[in-house]
């Protein structure tokens, strides 16, 4: 499994050339006292890209970000953002990107406006208040202070703020966490937007669904490391088989577990302290086409490969063992199933 | 031309900064109470407990007319005329501090010889009686009548209020925005954009510098008008002495606030710094007053520094070039400050 990625980093045909790319980095290490928070990481982004960094809390996406903005200083390794070095062109670099960080709360007691006049003041050049607020769609929140503004609404106003240097190179970080779905879909059409206007994109989340829906590439990354890098239809169809069958089943109560080893989740107290009902997951994954199975509480989860052969013999093989499906359903991988199979884990268990 | 330059000043960064940090102080309704109605307050409350009253005029007692009459000839009296019982008795509550009894042809006066005022109407009634039955003066006197303003505990404890004032509105209006800042990430967004760091301070620093003009015409101007408080110095070395004590305590405030992640934490640390100064500085009474061997730090504390140099400046008229030793604490508390909490100021 291991070497997924690596196959993903050589094989890998959407890889700028060099000389077109808005961000190159080599090598990059960062510790914090005893924690390795980015452990060798190499990257490059190509100009007009839409790119995603995407992994659980504490996989070092933030950090990775922020020695990407200058914030942060590696240990080790190099960055190099539009052909230009932090170390040598930091004045020139902050002219020319724009950054939205995690958490940024702006003063209360200004206006929309105001905010946005702040920091249209510290660039060179750039897009007009006027137009920045526009392209945010905070016109009807111009004059209201930003501490009556909802979390999507300050979500916008931070982008228009990243937005006003009218920048080559955009940093988003995390910017849907903690919005409502409707606010997290009027950030992506505005990400979109930026998208559409050119420019280079370079966001993390740990959302599988905004990488898949905004993101042309995507590295996952995992304990400081990428362990995997490509486009998120790749990603999946490389990573994955192309579908995933779940189901949950109640029935027989087998009392004594040991009378069938290969059973798996053996007997077990759901929520509701039913004994659940055990599956012999070793007959499921006799059935062609089943490539694996796993538990996520008390749900199985199998990937299938030939769904439509499969699933008649799933249905059958459960019937053999006396068990009712209490739940089924299937769905194509997603890069949240990408992630499961790269680490073990969910990513939301972190 | 006016557009262009409105446009100018519309995108200077270090114009942006100072009108944000003087919109955000105004709007926040308490930092306005503190920077303009307390030290009015408290110069309303202390004006009118230590204001120069007219001399008293002490309550006497008398047994018979002709002795009221005679008492009552001083303006310094107010003469009742009663019996010796019931004298006796107003003595005792306090209505009366002298009771004048005619035995004979002679007078006996009874008073409590250790109560100031009733000494003061013993010497009173006797000069009013002695007169009334017609002693002259041997020498003739004349008194003339002097109210000095400056000498009034009005006049030394005003500098000691624009003194703490300038200290309080320095260091909280630095500390608390800075640490507040730090701990929203918002100084850390200022770092991600171009924005030159040294204007992030200097738009405090002058957004600072127009509150205080504010703040000092306002408090001055009421001493003034209110308690006719003296400006005997040169008007432009007091606020060029302002301004230096405000730069001082931005700087301290700069210190304290450069490091600090929360506002407990900075808070506590403002007043660890404060606290000395309130107690030693001699706001509301002479620093001198400490002992001798406590007296070099009391001297060399930023805020005894700062009023020494303003009441020298508004009561006695010292200019600034004789105040080479206050000036020099001043300046030295200004530079070391600043200069350190530059090299260790956190964005983060």
Redesign the interface.
Known sequence: MGNVGDHALAENSHAPDGAGAALRIRGLKKAFADVQAVDGIDLEVAKGECFGLLGPNGAGKTTTIEIC???TEPDEGTVELLRLKWRTDA?EL??RIG?Q???????D??TVE?TL????????RGITVDESIKLAQLEEKRRSRVGGLSGGQKQRLAMA?ALV?DPELLFLDEPTTGLDPQARRHLWDLVEEMKQAGRTIILTTHYMDEAEQLCDRVAIMDHGKVIALDTPKELIATVCSEDIVEFAVSGRATADPSTSPAAAGSAQDDREGRRLAVVDVEALKKIPGVQSHRMDESLHQLSVSELHTAVPRIFAALEAQGLHLSEFRTHSATLEDVFVRLTGRNLRDE | MSSSRKMSF????L???TV?RM??TL??PEAIFWIFGFPILLAIGLGIAFRNRPADVLPVGATTEQLTQALAADKGLKATEMDESAGTHALAVGTIVLLAEQRGEGVVYRYDNTNPDARTARMLADRAIEVAAGRKDVVTAENELVHETGSRYIDFVVPGLLGMNLMGSAMWGLGFSIVD?RQ???L??M?????PKWQFLAGYLLSRLVMLAIEVVVFLGFAKLVFGVPFRGPLWELALLCVLVSLVFAALGLLVASRAKTMEAVSGLMNLVMMPMWILSGIFFSASRFPAIIQPLVHALPLTAAIDAIRGNMLQGVQLGQLTLQMGILLAWFVVPFAVSLRIFRW?
Do not use: C, N, W
Not at chain 1, 101 to 107: C, R
Not at chain 2, 10 to 13: G, L, P
């Open positions: 903005e200058g914030l004045d902050r002219q950054i960080l995690q958490e940024t709360q702006f003063p007691k200004l105001e006049r702040l920091f249209r003041s510290f660039y060179r703020t240097g | 519309e995108y200077s960064s114009f942006q900064l944000t919109k955000l709007r926040e800042g929203k990430k918002l850390k967004r770092v991600a954009s171009p924005m983060r």
